[in-house]
């Protein structure tokens, strides 16, 4: 049974300040998770990272890219090492943000999957159509590539430390959400994309719906058979908000 997985994805929101006071008041948030037997956790700025493992160590944090060297030439950038230091074991990688605004590539991500699984730590791998490809029937296409392309070489015990989040680029941050149908079939997919190239490990993996994901709309997709969590930016970002996903849930 693949345990629900609520991800918090803060992109660039919150002053460290606010991102402190926010894990301040995630223990509850946790304690109310767990007791529905949810698991969640949130990504941070990296300039926040330090200051919500500190006040809950308990929460799983993610970074929301990193490098996949360990150090060099490479401003602006930061390694696995660094993000070790911290405690901090998950990262999130692709997301539709990072490849249109900083040209992340399947190949690129390829790389980072290779260097965080084999260095033990846990990935958020987001894959997901634009609105052009999504109208012009593209979609399975689009997430195949990704897919493949970016867990290309992975060994299964690699892969059991990923986590694979369907997000239509259309869908994120619009209000406009894909319908459960949607999110089920390409979550399926993806999962079919893992058995073909992985075997039977596709049955573990778990894969996230993420696009305008609220408290109103967070019960149907988990009910889904393939999707196994969300992947929330907007409604993320509030602990109201955060734990009224949670309580949906369980509705
Ligand atoms: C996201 O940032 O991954 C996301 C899905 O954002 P939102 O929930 O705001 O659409």
Same mark, same amino acid.
């Not at 929460?59 to 911290?86: W, Y």
């Not at 990262?91 to 040209?103: A, L």
């Not at 084999?118 to 399975?140: A, H, P, Q, R, W």
């Not at 867990?151 to 430390?161: F, M």
């Given at each position: 049974?693949?345990?629900? @997985? ?10 460290? $300040? $606010? ?18 037997? #949810? ?5 941070? !700025? ?11 160590? $308990?929460?799983? #944090?993610?970074? %929301? ?17 660094? @993000? ?20 992340? !590539? ?16 846990? #990935?958020?791998?987001?894959?997901? *159509?634009? @609105?052009?490809?999504? *109208? ?21 015990? %690699?892969?059991?430390? #990923? ?60 009910? %889904? ?5 969300? @992947? ?11 734990? %009224? ?7």
């Amino acid at each position: 049974m693949r345990r629900k @997985l609520l991800f918090g994805n803060w992109k660039m929101n919150k002053s460290i $300040e $606010e991102a402190r006071a926010f894990a301040k008041e995630s223990h509850e948030l946790k304690k109310f998770a767990d007791s529905i037997n #949810v698991e969640i956790g949130v990504a941070p !700025t990296y300039l926040s990272l330090a200051a919500v493992k500190e006040e809950n160590p $308990e929460l799983n #944090v993610a970074a %929301q890219n990193c490098h996949f060297e360990d150090h060099g030439a490479f401003t602006g950038e930061i390694s696995i090492p660094m @993000l070790k230091e911290l405690h901090i074991d998950w990262v999130i990688i692709g997301h539709s943000e990072r490849r249109t605004y900083f040209g992340e !590539t399947n190949e690129a991500c390829n790389k980072k999957l290779h260097a965080l699984t084999s260095n033990d730590m846990k #990935v958020i791998y987001c894959v997901g *159509e634009t @609105l052009d490809e999504f *109208e012009k029937g593209l979609t399975k296409k689009v997430i195949a590539k990704q897919v493949e392309e970016g867990l290309k070489g992975l060994s299964v015990e %690699q892969l059991k430390k #990923v986590v694979i989040a369907y997000e239509p680029v259309w869908a994120i941050g619009t209000g406009k959400s894909a319908s459960k149908e949607i999110a089920e079939d390409i979550c399926g997919y993806c999962r079919e994309l893992i058995k073909k190239n992985f075997g039977a490990v596709s049955e573990e993996i778990r894969i996230l719906y993420g696009g305008s994901v609220k408290p109103e709309n967070v019960h149907d997709y988990l009910m %889904q058979a393939n999707v196994d969590g969300a @992947l929330v930016g907007g409604a993320s970002l509030k602990v109201d908000s955060f734990h %009224q996903l949670i309580a949906n849930i369980a509705k």
